[in-house]
């Protein structure tokens, strides 16, 4: 009799890897189709609960049991039934008491992703998952740090000091901004967010049409994937070490000045951090202003969440810029005065040459938009802007 227990619990589910199928799948009660995992997803997310040779009666169990699920339409109200809650609550109690921290994370944000909606989600799955995060030991807080890099975020607007970006040829400016993390991958075409949330445990988002591969399994552009020492992780078919990469996200480098030479087709960039002096200067048409002007937003924002000067001037004095060039100074401007306070005072000069009608009216238009004390100076030639800045 023992034998044949022996046997069929190598072969059988465990407990936690079934209650752990019951809370994915009393997670889609809650919604449609949008947001539920591929046999690729969800078995990357096993391997974390469950043996191999475990696996296929796992998915075999899930697909049986959602067959049989009633999905709403997310479109309609809809309210967590008291007797879903009451499971979740069960399942989770039983669990905290069994898993480690990192296998409670990976839960959580797996229950997140099952909420999503293209780059949304749905607010009846996600409170579901926030109530088992808040059972399983996770306060709001960490919950919505874990909503913000999973769902609000772009590349190139997060900034953690537990994040690192990786790229391949594209962001060269990154490496112009050093208190911004970022690694190059030589194959790679797009962009990977890593987001270290504890010890060594990683999760990483791709923004780029790369082919990567976790553990035999094909990852999906935006969705989010936990990533291990042991776990095999290549990118257009090259290995990327585990290692390498938590070193670089630990690494914690102040916000240093930044200098970026003037070309014909970008302006001059001379950041003074120590002394709260920002200055653009030239001329802004980019071939893409997006790839210029994000690092910089990202720098703007870890600045002044440090602890610069009291006062920080911004000083602009473009000849030209394009569309998209002054939606993203605008922007600039925008995460300036979000981040001022009764401790940081920001101010903005903005010059324009005599006669410049076209970039005087810009200023003005930017200074009536965001709530910045805007400085207008004229000035009659470079000679006398050059005394200016110096000054």
């Known amino acids: 009799m023992n034998i044949v227990n022996s046997i069929k619990s190598r072969f059988l589910p465990s407990p936690v890897s079934l209650d752990i199928i019951k809370l994915i799948l009393l997670s889609a009660r809650q919604g449609d189709e949008h947001g539920l995992p591929d046999e690729s997803h969800l078995s990357h ?211 240093t000045p930044v200098f970026i030479a003037e070309t014909q087709f970008t302006p001059e960039v001379n950041f003074l951090s120590a002394e709260g002096q920002l200055w653009i200067t030239g001329t802004s048409v980019p071939e893409d202003a997006r790839e210029f002007y994000h690092p910089l937003l990202l720098w703007i924002n870890k600045y002044l969440s440090s602890e610069p000067p009291q006062i920080v001037t911004i000083h602009f004095r473009l000849d030209f810029f394009n569309t998209l060039s002054s939606k993203l100074v605008l922007e600039f401007l925008k995460r300036a005065e979000k981040m001022k306070s009764e401790k940081l005072q920001v101010f903005v000069k903005w010059y324009y040459e005599e006669g410049d009608e076209d970039i005087m009216e810009a200023g003005e238009n930017y200074a009536f938009i965001v709530r910045l004390p805007f400085e207008m100076i004229a000035y009659n030639n470079r000679e006398n802007l050059a005394s200016t800045k110096s000054s």
Not at 243 to 255: C, G, M, N, R, W
Request: glycine residues 2%; aromatic residues 10%; hydrophobic residues 40%.
């Open 45 to 255: 997310f096993l391997s974390d609960f469950a043996g191999e040779s475990n696996k296929p009666m796992l998915l075999n169990e899930y697909s049986n049991r959602l067959g049989e699920i009633n999905l709403h339409n997310f479109k309609l109200p809809c309210e967590i039934p008291v007797r879903d809650s009451v499971k979740a609550l069960a399942i989770a109690r039983n669990l905290t008491k069994i898993l480690d921290d990192d296998q409670k994370l990976t839960i959580i944000v797996f229950l997140m992703e099952l909420s999503r909606i293209h780059k949304n989600y749905s607010h009846n799955r996600m409170e579901l998952a926030e109530t088992i995060s808040v059972l399983l030991g996770y306060d709001k807080t960490r919950f919505s740090e874990l909503r913000q890099f999973m769902f609000e975020v772009e590349p190139f607007d997060y900034v953690n000091n537990d994040c690192l970006y990786a790229s391949g040829a594209i962001a060269d400016i990154m490496f112009s901004l050093k208190d911004v993390k970022h690694t190059r991958i030589k194959p790679m075409k797009g962009v990977v967010l890593f987001q270290r949330f504890h010890n060594d445990l990683v999760f990483f988002r791709s923004f780029g049409d790369d082919h990567i591969i976790i553990n035999d399994h094909a990852i999906q552009k935006y969705k989010t994937y936990s990533w291990k020492s042991t776990d095999m992780l290549l990118i257009n078919e090259t290995a990327v070490n585990h290692e390498s990469i938590h070193l670089e996200i630990k690494k914690i480098d102040a916000v």
